[in-house]
């Protein structure tokens, strides 16, 4: 069971720091979002709490952030860009955070292939791209106790890429 001041990933808001637990038959989580514009609390049953996981620890924030560079690219093509970006989005939802890391890196690389060759990447490749970067930068900013754009530059920093892209 997690304490109030812990934080924890949702499967659909990301990074939330738990700000009141409830006791009784139907006990429930109160649950702020973190890093959201307009945050909104979310009741979550504590029964169902095998949906929920905690927020990696430092050494595995430090850990994603050093093999960055190595983390292969995803090759899963499905038939038309709607399959594909649901298979990704389920795919964040469900997952690690080392699997949003990949689906950014996956999804970087392939806007990148498509902009050199001077075609139009499909929208859903920057929906998915925009999702899987906030996800993860949020959780790991929460691991390292820093920013989500201060993790975007130790991404950087560690790819030997200009803080300016």
Not at 57 to 66: K, M, N, V, Y
Not at 105 to 123: G, H, W
Not at 143 to 153: F, N, R
Request: contains cysteine; charged residues 30%.
């Amino acid at each position: 069971m997690y304490a109030i001041g812990d934080y924890l990933v949702h499967p659909g808001q990301g990074v939330c720091r738990v700000e009141d637990v409830t006791s009784g038959p139907q006990a429930v989580y109160q649950l702020l979002p973190v890093g959201k514009r307009h945050p909104i609390y979310i009741s979550f049953p504590v029964a169902n709490e095998g949906r929920l996981r905690p927020v990696l620890s430092r050494d595995e924030a430090e850990q994603i952030i050093d093999q960055y560079p190595t983390i292969e690219i995803e090759q899963f093509h499905a038939r038309n860009n709607s399959l594909e970006e649901e298979h990704y989005k389920n795919e964040i939802r469900e997952g690690s955070c080392l699997d949003s890391v990949r689906i950014v890196k996956t999804f970087r690389a392939r806007i990148a292939d498509l902009s050199a060759r001077n075609k139009k990447p499909p929208v859903a490749y920057e929906r998915i791209l925009k999702q899987a970067r906030e996800r993860s930068c949020s959780e790991l900013a929460v691991a390292l106790g820093c920013t989500p754009e201060d993790v975007a530059v130790l991404f950087q920093q560690r790819m030997g890429e200009d803080s300016e892209n």
